[in-house]
């Protein structure tokens, strides 16, 4: 059974940093990710990169998140720098084997002013 466990969410002032990880237990996934969704708000794409290092990013978080990826390890990583209030929402981790795409149980990310 696949399983993505993230973790690194917690409570942060604004301008502040968070590193998010996510490890799978399996390997093989052509492309990872993170999406969030915030209160009252749908599910949205935040950040991600393929199995050849090609990363897309949302609009609103480029230039302050980065993703990353250890295929050795199985783990993508989401470097969180100048977080704003807006950031708040629970991050998920999304997976994607060309055949299935897998949803971890998701960490939540708060940013107060």
């Known amino acids: 059974q696949v399983q993505l466990v993230e973790s690194g969410g917690g409570l942060v002032q604004a301008g502040e940093s968070l590193r998010l990880s996510c490890a799978a237990s399996?390997?093989?996934?052509?492309?990872m990710g993170w999406y969030r969704q915030g209160p009252v708000k749908p599910r949205e794409l935040v950040a991600k990169?393929?199995?050849?290092?090609?990363?897309n990013y949302a609009d609103s978080v480029k230039g302050r998140f980065t993703i990353s990826r250890d295929n050795a390890k199985n783990t993508v990583y989401l470097q969180m720098n100048s977080l704003k209030t807006e950031d708040t929402a629970v991050y998920y981790c999304?997976?994607?084997?060309?055949?299935?795409?897998?949803w971890g149980k998701g960490t939540l990310v708060t940013v107060s002013s």
């Open positions: 999304n997976a994607n084997n060309g055949i299935r795409v897998y």
């Open positions: 399996v390997s093989s996934f052509n492309a």
């Open positions: 990169i393929t199995s050849n290092g090609s990363r």
